[in-house]
T-cell receptor, first 111, second 114 residues
Framework: GQQVMQIPQYQHVQEGEDFTTYCNSS?????IQWYKQRPGGHPVFLIQ?????EVKKQKRLTFQFGEAKKNSSLHITATQTTDVGTYFC???????????FGKGTLLTVNP | GAGVSQSPSNKVTEKGKDVELRCDPI?????LYWYRQSLGQGLEFLIY????????KSGLPSDRFSAERTGGSVSTLTIQRTQQEDSAVYLC????????????FGPGTRLLVL
């Protein structure tokens, strides 16, 4: 089945530093989604990317979909303590449209 | 409107007992997923229901785990003869038409097996 590899597994930054997490697949993806899970909470949808080379921004968050539609990244500029949480990418694979999640990147921010 | 709800929010049980976890998806959503998340870990896929199709049970870790979805709406995840390693948060998610769309997660059920 579809697999997405996400790196790094953990990232600790000082408040104000930038942060990036990457999601990679060996196969072409039809689309990719990103979710955020705050500590103690449940995953919440952030965004979906569909087009090759697509870039979308949400305030300090920038999402990119690779030209080959095999990788994606989430970049946070000038992190804040409110950015703490685990960021998951997710992609569709197979004929049953099952969404498969990466293992996530846990971001901690030192104030 | 109402989101995905799960019950109970917390469940403490003794090893060997059976438990039932319930998920009420968003009304009209045809796709429903169950995941398991151990402390500090990622989302472990358990089972996926899509409309009237046969469920994808490929993630169920053992035959002690089963799930059903009645009337295309409410789903119940049953764990028989619980073990301590079953302790985790069990998350349910639904999506509108097919699984590849945005998933809306419930708050989860925290299961502790003593």
């Amino acid at each position: 089945g579809q697999q997405v590899m996400q790196i790094p597994q953990y990232q600790h930054v000082q408040e104000g530093e930038d942060f990036t997490t990457y999601c990679n697949s060996s196969t072409t993806l039809s689309n990719i989604q990103w979710y955020k899970q705050r500590p103690g909470g449940h995953p919440v949808f952030l965004i979906q990317l569909v087009k090759s080379g697509e870039v979308k921004k949400q305030k300090r968050l920038t999402f990119q979909f690779g030209e080959a539609k095999k990788n994606s990244s989430l970049h946070i500029t000038a992190t804040q303590t409110t950015d703490v949480g685990t960021y998951f990418c997710a992609a569709v694979g197979g004929s049953n449209y099952k969404l498969t999640f990466g293992k996530g990147t846990l971001l901690t921010v030192n104030p | 409107g109402a989101g995905v709800s799960q019950s109970p929010s917390n469940k403490v049980t003794e090893k060997g007992k059976d438990v039932e976890l319930r998920c009420d998806p968003i009304s009209g959503h045809t796709a429903l997923y169950w995941y398991r998340q151990s402390l500090g870990q990622g989302l472990e896929f358990l089972i996926y229901f899509q409309g009237n199709s046969a469920p994808d049970k490929s993630g169920l870790p053992s035959d002690r785990f089963s799930a059903e979805r009645t009337g295309g709406s409410v789903s119940t995840l049953t764990i028989q003869r619980t073990q301590q390693e079953d302790s985790a948060v069990y998350l349910c998610a639904s999506s509108p038409r097919q699984g590849g769309e945005t998933q809306y997660f419930g708050p989860g059920t925290r299961l502790l097996v003593l």
